[in-house]
């Protein structure tokens, strides 16, 4: 099983690399990681590059709208082949689990190697222009994007399981579920917490923080790059709630990683029904 997963992992990652998508995603990512680095010092007045520290946070905006986006289309395509396509694939005698998790590894690889050229292409030019402080929370922040991208590849796999090899149709879902997840949660837990008592409204927006996986990673980088300083109180009441920045760390992980591993669990048994 171990060989038939690496095999249709490494097949789907070179699909992948060859595919014009991946290719605009990178040149676009590491274009756009490039001119947020630079963005800071231009807009105060000032020449050359940010340093480590405002360039993790002012990339974190940039990451919670763009990787869940890439991820979900990109997973959507790859993930929901044309009926015809499918019928082949899956008459192979590999589990569909397999080839399901198999074609999300690949998906991952190549996603993360094109975030890695953007975040290393920004991160040596920072260095070479600002030195290494604030390294480390650059570090999380790339961690972070790693992870929000393996959670929406999750997604865009139970999509694709559910919409049974039809692009169309899973594409239209995709995009309600970055619109949804990227900004309708925060607007809704917004809202809501605007018209109710303050402590109320410190817990709902904690709830929305930790169960959507956008405001986990959000939080969570804002953590890494600036620690306490970076947060407003609503999220000095998070800090309240987990009992200190080790404990949030700790439980907007763990709600990152139950969205990588719950969908793709969903997907392998929706698709283990599903009649091609």
């Known amino acids: 099983m171990k060989g038939a997963l690496l095999l249709v992992a490494r097949q789907e990652l070179l699909l ?5 998508w991946t290719v605009i995603f990178t040149l676009v990512f590491a274009f756009l990681s490039l001119a947020v680095a630079a963005s800071g010092y231009v807009l105060s ?3 050359g590059f940010q340093d480590f520290a405002r360039t993790s946070a002012s990339l974190v905006q940039l990451v919670i709208l763009v990787v869940p986006l890439a991820s979900l289309l990109m997973g959507a395509l790859a993930l929901a082949p044309e009926r015809g396509a499918a019928e082949l694939l899956f008459s192979q005698p590999v589990s ?5 998790f198999g074609e999300m590894l690949g998906l991952f690889g190549a996603l993360a190697s094109a975030q890695l050229i953007g975040f290393g292409l920004a ?19 790339v961690g972070g994007s790693l992870l929000l991208t393996a959670a929406f590849l999750s997604l865009a796999a139970l999509i694709a399981a ?7 149709r899973a594409l239209a879902i995709a995009l309600v579920v970055w619109f949804v997840g990227a900004i309708l949660v925060d607007l809704l837990a917004l809202g809501v917490a605007s018209l109710l008592p303050s402590y109320a409204a410190s817990r709902v927006l904690i709830v929305s923080v930790i169960l959507n996986p ?5 939080t969570g980088a804002l953590l890494g790059i600036e620690g306490t300083a970076a947060f407003g ?11 200190g920045p080790a404990g949030a760390a700790l439980i907007l992980w763990l709600s990152v990683v139950a969205w990588v ?8 048994r929706r698709l283990r029904r599903v009649d091609l």
């Open 162 to 168: 559910g919409a049974a090899g039809r692009r169309a």
């Open 214 to 218: 956008v405001g986990a990673v959000r």
């Open 96 to 100: 569909r689990a397999t080839i399901l």
């Open 16 to 20: 992948a690399v060859r595919s014009r």
């Open 45 to 47: 007045g000032g020449s």
């Open 123 to 141: 991160g040596a030019v920072v260095f070479r222009s600002s030195g290494e402080e604030g390294g480390a929370g650059y570090l999380v922040l």
């Open 233 to 243: 109180s609503a999220s000095l009441a998070l800090l309240r709630f987990t009992r």
């Open 261 to 268: 591993i719950g969908p793709a669990l969903l997907a392998a």
